[in-house]
């Protein structure tokens, strides 16, 4: 147990000794937080809960406990004597405008996301062909006056003439489902509420759409009781939701997800089922038809439906495929089998398909970057989309009828630069490039390879400012993920700018668990093998201080949700490897995640504390319950939010006690609760430039960084 007092004095002696000859920090006691006697059994393992009570996030206990941490944390960062210059460079870094990929609509809109540089949320506009005059079509900064309503999802009518969009408040996944008239800019009003992870799917008749939900609460915290029970409704234009048309209910499961969605031309149903984050079971029925049949069983691979029509689906999936191919399967007689229309590439992970204007626009994965190719309906390659940089491409949808797409192709040092590409002539033009507030030639982007503990090469990404020394003395921000079958490819962030601006080396490593080289490389990284994740990160710390692009003493590792997991495992397998850690909103409770909001779609990924075997492996990495009394943890600042109903934030708050009860040396370990906030998802502009102000601050004060402005 900590003496608080004396702790205090110890942190400030120690800032004294770490950062002279910098202004020390003298850190205030922290909440003497109450630890109390629970204690569960897993399968003959007693396992001690103290902060069980900082799971209940109305209770005025909680609150108390989150006022008095903020007051530890934000006082120490006031303290930090560059923090408003740091503020202000990352907000004229990310006060540069921000335009997505126009979509056509009708005959002759044309619809794109913008934003002048500091709004709190990007607004949608249209305009009448490409070089008509922009206007405003729906401005979400009017929705509330601090920027917390979000748009989510946005998706049009097939015959243009009306958007149906979702609404997030704080940053939860809960959103409301409101239609906009195209011609008149109104909305109607129909309403759909207790939608998760859903939007809205036009029928093709555009008379109505499906969407998935769940019962309205009855009781409990609405951000943080388990969602049971997601179902798959039809809504009619006009009508109101009490009225609307239940499609699909299982009973028998209520832990699953399920979406449904036509045909192009309405002959069929399908409804997708999933018990996790991985895995899909493919149910359909004809028009005329009131039973579901099963297409393709689950839960063994993914399936989904890239395009149906008349008794032909195209579907992309990984089924005897690791890398995913594109197949066709006969609706009528499924049991002629699957028929390759693109064929699985064993050396080249396809990532993703759209077709689009009688075209396949197959998306592919070479070591993280883009690579696109247009093919024929036969699967033949038409060409190759010449991309003019090496990064991230998205975009490439449309519909049936389309002659063009848009894409936005995106590295590390520039933003998004937006792309009109003729399927016809293979023709791509430049719409736009945005304008920032520095030389992308100053900076430089390699990739390396290195080898994990089990020999595995592992890719990661450096990138830092042309003509610096590796001499072991770089401020370095490694980041991860490693999870949920997620690719971690190039992409441009203003606050990586600043801090490479001051000398700091940024570095993705795309670790197993991710999806960069298809199925095999997921599976590598989850379940019983999640240790291998862990095993590459530390992996990449060590290679970069091999090879003296820095030192434990200036080595940041960084990662959210799934990531943030990822900085909790590997700062408590090696807290001697890290002078900083930044957990951010993460899974740290293995034993209990399940039992929150949707945390149970997570067992798939991770495995599950009721299942004896799995728990074995679970309780070995669990970061909440692998913290040790005795040991010296590096600098450390937990994020959350007070909304988040995707990974609830007892686990953060959880976390943070424990680790403060443990710590045994003078680096600080301190928890930025933020208010009105989620996940992330729909976080405004002015929290993002906060909470990046604050992290950066925190890193480098404390790897010793002599920041210049």
Known sequence: ?????????????????????????????????????VADNYHGTTVADPYRWLEDADSPQTAEWVKAQNEVTF?????????????????????YPKNGAPRKVGEDWYFSYRNDGLQNQSVLYRQRGLDGEREVFLDPNTLSEDGTVALGSTTFSRDGKWLAYSVAAAGSDWVKIHLRDVETGEDAPDIIEWVKFSGAVWAPDSKGFYYSCYEAPKDGNIYSVQNQHQMVYYHALGT????????????????????????????????????????TELLYRAADEEAFRVLFRGFEYDYYVAHAEGDTAWIYTNDGAPNYRLVRVNLANPAEGLVDVVAEDPKTLLSNVSIVGG???????????????????????????ALDALGTASGFGGEKEDTEVFYALSTYTAPPTIYRYELATGTSTLIERPKVDFDPADFVTEQVFFTSKDGTQVPMFIVHKKGIKMNGQNPTYLYGYGGFNISITPGFSAARIMFMEQGGIYVDVNLRGGGEYGETWHQAGMLENKQNVFDDFIGAAEWLIDNRYTSPSKLAIAGGSNGGLLVGAAMTQRPDLFAVALPAVGVM???????????????????????????????KYSPLHNLREGVCYPATLITTADHDDRVVPAHSFKFAAQLQYDQSCGRPTLIRIDTNAGHGAGKPTSKRIDEMADTYSFVFHNTDTAVKF
Not at 75 to 95: C, F, H, M, N
Not at 589 to 614: C, I, K, P
Request: with cysteine; aromatic share 14%.
């Open 1 to 37: 147990m900590k003496k608080f007092l004396l702790f205090a004095l110890a942190a400030a002696m120690t800032a004294c000794q770490q950062n002279s000859p910098k202004t020390a920090i003298t850190m205030l006691p922290y909440p003497d937080t109450q630890r109390g006697d």
């Open 75 to 95: 006082d120490y960062l006031s303290q930090i004597p560059y923090r408003d210059a740091v503020r202000k460079r990352l907000t004229e870094l990310w006060d």
């Open 359 to 385: 075209y396949i626009m197959a998306e592919y994965l070479v070591d993280a970057t883009s690579k696109i190719v247009q093919c024929d309906m036969e699967g033949r390659v038409v060409r190759e989309v």
């Open 240 to 279: 109101p939701q009490s009225e609307d048309v239940r499609i699909y209910r299982d009973d028998r499961h209520p832990l699953r997800y399920f979406h449904g969605e036509e045909s192009y031309d309405g002959k069929y149903l399908f409804v997708s089922g999933s018990e996790g984050t991985s895995g």
């Open 589 to 619: 409770d293995m034993l209990r995640y399940h039992r929150f909001t949707v945390g149970w779609g997570w067992s798939v990924e991770y495995g599950n504390a009721d299942n004896a075997e799995q728990f074995e492996y679970i309780y």
